[in-house]
T-cell receptor, first 110, second 113 residues
Framework: QKEVEQDPGPLSVPEGAIVSLNCTYSNSAFQYFMWYRQYSRKGPELLMYTYSSGNKEDGRFTAQVDKSSKYISLFIRDSQPSDSATYLCAMNVGAGKSTFGDGTTLTVKP | DAGVIQSPRHEVTEMGQEVTLRCKPISGHDYLFWYRQTMMRGLELLIYFNNNVPIDDSGMPEDRFSAKMPNASFSTLKIQPSEPRDSAVYFC???FGGGQPQHFGDGTRLSIL
């Protein structure tokens, strides 16, 4: 079993929809949680970075961490066609390497 | 600020040839990571360095793969001899501190014929 499991998708939603992307993990030592966005033929770029349980908001994006359930989510409000990309969750223990999910591909249709 | 710079962006070569991928991390970053990404296996960590020293190379698939970091501003990933199953996108990433968010280059798209 993988340490990090990400909802596989793909997801296709109409413009303006609320999108929920989710990951679960098994390692209770994970302390730092990240979401990356990867456009086609580009490298992953950091979208959100959180430490504690709870919500962190940045514009249309909200990252949610529930350490008790070992579950993290990324919500996108008022989704736009420009949000069409692959989203990767990642997490680490606060040192060294991060463990990545396999990614969820999102398409937002105009 | 310049991000992580990888070269070449694309490489097409024949099986058996030596391939060298290059990476320049963000200035001041002390961690450097090499990844391989395929549709089947997703993003796989191959090796990472801290202060130019290899820390974990357990993801390197076999002895045909080697990586070096001769100084803080340059790293190479070498495949010799290359095989068609090595075809993938190879990413380099760097971070300031362990556990901190990584900044990725745009990758090298490698095709072995």
């Amino acid at each position: 079993q993988k340490e990090v499991e990400q909802d596989p998708g793909p997801l296709s939603v109409p413009e303006g929809a609320i999108v929920s992307l989710n990951c679960t993990y098994s390692n209770s030592a994970f302390q730092y949680f990240m979401w990356y966005r990867q456009y086609s033929r580009k490298g992953p770029e950091l979208l959100m970075y959180t430490y504690s349980s709870g919500n962190k908001e940045d514009g249309r994006f909200t990252a949610q961490v529930d350490k008790s359930s070992k579950y993290i989510s990324l919500f996108i409000r008022d989704s736009q066609p420009s949000d069409s990309a692959t989203y990767l969750c990642a997490m680490n223990v606060g040192a060294g390497k991060s463990t990545f999910g396999d990614g969820t591909t999102l398409t937002v249709k105009p | 600020d310049a991000g992580v710079i990888q070269s070449p962006r694309h490489e097409v070569t024949e099986m058996g040839q030596e391939v060298t991928l290059r990476c320049k991390p963000i200035s001041g970053h002390d961690y450097l990571f090499w990844y391989r990404q395929t549709m089947m296996r997703g993003l796989e960590l191959l090796i990472y360095f801290n202060n130019n020293v290899p820390i974990d190379d357990s993801g390197m698939p076999e002895d045909r793969f080697s990586a070096k970091m001769p100084n803080a501003s340059f790293s190479t990933l070498k495949i010799q001899p290359s095989e068609p199953r090595d075809s993938a996108v190879y990413f380099c990433a760097s971070s300031f501190g362990g556990g901190q968010p990584q900044h990725f280059g745009d990758g090298t798209r490698l095709s072995i014929l």
